[in-house]
């Protein structure tokens, strides 16, 4: 055993610049208080078409308010996504569980913080015309925090877990989490 020690991860930063990627996950991890008061935050995560360093597809994921009013960023990013803006119907209610497979073009640039560089979603928009869309290397997540299913809890990352842990939505369920299948991902004659 050494008597030096130094600061170990093995998270490796997606390099800033444009990627084809598709989206993985759709996580509800319930309210979240920051600098705006409480609000209701969800996490998408994306795979990209580059490599890291052991051959696996870059993820990257982003926190976004549970909102598509006019001034959201979740608005921004799925208007650019789909090509078009939300109709009158859908923004009484969107189904978010419809990007879960979608292709996209992101673009990423990256912020050093405490000397840990994150990589950060700037922008998401339409695959350009032609572009080969990538299919995700594992079945895609969704996690909803108001009825919780413990196998997809179990096969979050450790972050996201302890940020769901500690919303009062999953601590003030009055049942235990119940295991239940993650919808499938919707096929490309679905309309979104």
């Excluded at 598709?22 to 509800?28: K, Q």
């Excluded at 209610?93 to 673009?107: D, E, R, V, Y």
Aim: net charge negative.
């Amino acid at each position: 055993m050494s008597l030096v020690t130094a600061a170990k991860s093995s998270f490796e930063p997606l390099p800033a610049g444009s990627y084809s990627a598709v989206c993985v996950s759709m996580i509800d991890v319930g309210t979240m208080t920051g600098p705006f008061g409480s609000q209701q935050k969800l996490w998408i995560e994306w795979e990209c078409d580059e490599l890291d360093s052991s051959g696996n597809r870059y993820r990257v994921g982003k926190f976004y308010t549970n909102s598509i009013s006019a001034k959201s960023k979740l608005r921004e990013h799925l208007e650019s996504w789909r090509g078009k803006q939300f109709t009158r119907d859908e923004l009484s209610g969107f189904s978010l569980l419809t990007i879960l497979g979608k292709p996209c073009m992101l673009a990423v640039s990256n912020t050093t913080k405490d000397d840990k560089t994150y990589s950060n979603v700037d922008a998401v928009s339409k695959l350009a015309k032609g572009m080969q869309a990538i299919e995700p290397s594992e079945p895609t997540l969704a996690f909803d925090v108001d009825d919780p299913d413990q196998d997809v809890l179990d096969r979050l990352p450790e972050f996201i877990r302890k940020i769901i842990e500690k919303a009062p939505e999953y601590n003030g369920r009055s049942q235990p989490v119940k295991a239940v299948p993650a919808p499938s991902a919707p096929t490309d004659d679905v309309p979104w």
